[in-house]
């Protein structure tokens, strides 16, 4: 399925006990309509508050399921807050996550004197003028394979890797205050996109210079960044499949398409 979700009144893509979440309230639609259990996979699990226009889901189900059918029934059940945009089948090989190779995040920042209450719950309203010449030159050193230890949540496992590809970083002011910064990598450690918007910003407000930006990821430690952006800016924009030997219907690619209730 390729889902798009208002992340605002969720704790998170990832389901857990006593709170709502989107997955919680995927597989409650999904197991009603089946009459049987679900186990979800997902292409990227989002924070609280975080949205997605293009975040695809895997699960096993029936061969006779009716497509058309459970899309509309989804839709009835789930809206306005998660839509289903897309269901068709996938081969037995195809997993979310494991088939991804590339992910697409946008983060949205209103940068204007006065607040505007409808891009409030997708945007991140800073007063401070930034000066976008300066946060795409420190973007320019994001991209290639990097640890990115300075902006990552440390996991509980002190091996793991933050070792991460990326492919894509880019600001791009859209007018009227408008800015909106694009990344795209293999794969994202947690909170990695928010600490680099943050950290982009002070560069912008001039907290801080584009030249540190290098040795902000050579330090590999957390303390060396700029703060965390808000969750709300933040969204799951889409999610890409190579060649890999896996077969889906449809082409995720499609979710590049202008998104209605954002920018």
Not at 27 to 32: H, K
């Amino acid at each position: 399925m390729l889902v798009a979700y208002d992340g605002s009144g969720f704790h998170g893509f990832a389901a857990q006990p006593g709170v709502t979440t989107v997955a919680g309230a995927l597989s409650g639609a999904l197991e009603r309509y089946l009459r049987h259990t679900v186990d979800l996979t997902c292409a990227g699990r989002t924070d609280t508050g975080v949205h997605a226009w293009g975040q695809v889901v895997s699960f096993a189900a029936r061969e006779d399921v009716d497509l058309d059918r459970l899309h509309r029934a989804l839709n009835k059940t789930l809206r306005p807050s998660i839509v289903i945009r897309d269901v068709a089948p996938a081969g037995d090989d195809f997993d979310a996550r494991r088939s991804a190779t590339a992910r697409v995040y946008r983060y949205n920042i209103l940068n204007t004197r006065v607040a505007d209450p409808f891009a409030a719950r997708t945007a991140w309203h800073v007063t401070r003028p930034l000066d976008v010449a300066a946060m795409r030159l420190a973007s320019d050193p994001l991209i290639g394979e990097h640890d990115f230890a300075s902006f990552c949540r440390r996991p509980p496992d002190p091996e793991a890797s933050l070792v991460r590809v990326v492919a894509d970083a880019r600001w791009r002011d859209l007018g009227d205050g408008r800015l909106r910064f694009e990344i795209e990598a293999s794969s994202f450690c947690h909170q990695m996109v928010r600490a680099l918007v943050g950290t982009l910003v002070e560069v912008g407000a001039g907290a801080k210079k584009a030249g540190e930006m290098t040795a902000i990821l050579n330090a590999r430690s957390r303390s060396a960044a700029g703060q965390l952006a808000p969750p709300h800016g933040l969204c799951l924009w889409e999610v890409r499949y190579g060649a890999q030997g896996t077969s889906v219907a449809w082409w995720p690619a499609a979710s590049s398409a202008a998104m209605t209730s954002a920018w």
